[in-house]
């Protein structure tokens, strides 16, 4: 069936090192979204990419979707404390119905040690 | 803006009992809700999607007869799990369309609802 595909499940990192998760998908995007969940928390939206190539920026936080529109990332620059969660891409797969239905990836845990 | 509220927030209860929780949409509206179940530390599975004034559109492998999806209103979907057993203690979610960004799939979500069946 189609799967977004998240990697890497965990990251531990130490505060001010950089860090990245990758989304693929076997097949083409619509659009792609990304979500953070804090622990015990719920997912809360980041940001959503459409254009093929686009590049989007929110402080500390890119965003990529790639050129063929079935991959995605989120790099974090120098991390803090607080980027501490679980961040997940969801996809909109192309041709999908008009209600939206997303398709999560599985995630990836991210941990920083101070 | 966009904040979707989910009540009860937790909930207990005895197997073979039916457990009801509300999803609403507190400042927009919103034709389509989607339910999900998350358990510990994966990611979230959507259950079905929930269309005010139609029937719920549910995933396969979802017992439609199990998990009864009502979307009465553009502000309100409520899932009830009827005759709950232990496995299905788990974290549910819902998140919420805004009926007027039609040009964006940004879904909003709940703060869920955490259920254990004992």
């Known amino acids: 069936g189609q799967q977004v595909m998240q990697i890497p499940q965990y990251q531990h990192v130490q505060e001010g090192e950089d860090f990245t998760t990758y989304c693929n998908s076997s097949t083409t995007l619509s659009n792609i979204q990304w979500y953070k969940q804090r622990p015990g928390g719920h997912p809360v939206f980041l940001i959503q990419l459409v254009k093929s190539g686009e590049v989007k920026k929110q402080k500390r936080l890119t965003f990529q979707f790639g050129e063929a529109k079935k991959n995605s990332s989120l790099h974090i620059t120098a991390t803090q404390t607080t980027d501490v969660g679980t961040y997940f891409c969801a996809g909109r797969i192309d041709g999908g119905t008009s209600y939206g239905k997303l398709t999560f990836g599985q995630g990836t845990i991210l941990t920083v040690h101070p | 803006g966009a904040v979707v509220s989910q009540h009860p927030s937790w909930v207990i209860c005895k197997s073979g009992t039916s457990v009801k929780i509300e999803c609403r949409s507190l400042d927009f509206q919103a034709t389509t809700m989607f339910w999900y179940r998350q358990f510990p530390k994966q990611s979230l599975m959507l259950m079905a999607t929930?269309?005010?004034?139609?029937?719920?559109?549910?995933e396969q492998g979802v017992e439609k007869d199990k998990f009864l999806i009502n979307h009465a209103s553009l502000t309100l979907s409520t899932l009830t799990v009827t005759s709950a057993h232990p496995e299905d203690s788990s974290f549910y979610i819902c998140?919420?369309?805004?009926?007027?960004?039609?040009?964006?799939?940004?879904?909003?979500f709940g703060p869920g609802t955490r259920l254990t069946v004992l």
């Open positions: 998140s919420a369309r805004d009926l007027l960004k039609t040009s964006t799939d940004t879904q909003y």
């Open positions: 929930s269309n005010e004034g139609s029937k719920a559109t549910y």
